[in-house]
């Protein structure tokens, strides 16, 4: 059974459930008083959200094997709303990942994997450690 077998929200749940028992990761206190990201108004306000976008990030990282701050700053990225002009989409915030992925990096999870030079199936960004992939595919 593979990580794509169950439903990705229920997924998700289970993986922050047992993310909190890491001591690496933990909510920074500043997470109270910031917006995720440019095209939010208010705050996040849900207690459990630092372990749910990290649970997020995990999987991405396991779905797409090499991911950079940027490539998930579109991904958790949203529409702007700007009063009677149209919509435009928006980034989103990168010191919430950075500091996720920087956590994972310290709990052994996830590591930089370097840019090799003339192989371009190879980019920049973190992929997943042996112990991340065996941590992942335990809840499936």
Not at 2 to 20: C, G, I, M, R, T
Not at 51 to 74: E, H, P
Not at 75 to 81: I, N, P
């Amino acid at each position: 059974m593979s990580v794509y077998d169950l439903d990705p929200q229920e997924y998700n749940s289970k993986l922050a459930e047992a993310l909190k028992k890491f001591p690496e990761i933990s909510a920074p206190e500043w997470i109270a008083f910031v917006k995720s990201g440019a095209a939010k108004v208010r705050p996040i306000n849900d207690a459990d959200f630092w372990f749910k976008r990290t649970a997020s990030v995990l999987r991405q990282i396991y779905k797409k094997k090499t991911v950079g701050v940027n490539k998930l700053r579109v991904k958790y990225g949203s529409r702007k709303r700007r009063g009677s002009k149209p919509e435009e989409f928006r980034k989103s915030g990168g010191k919430i990942l950075r500091t996720i992925l920087q956590q994972t990096d310290k709990a052994g999870l996830t590591e930089i994997a370097k840019a090799i030079k003339g192989v371009r199936s190879k980019r920049p960004g973190r992929q997943l450690t042996e112990k991340g992939k065996k941590f992942m595919e335990g809840f499936a």
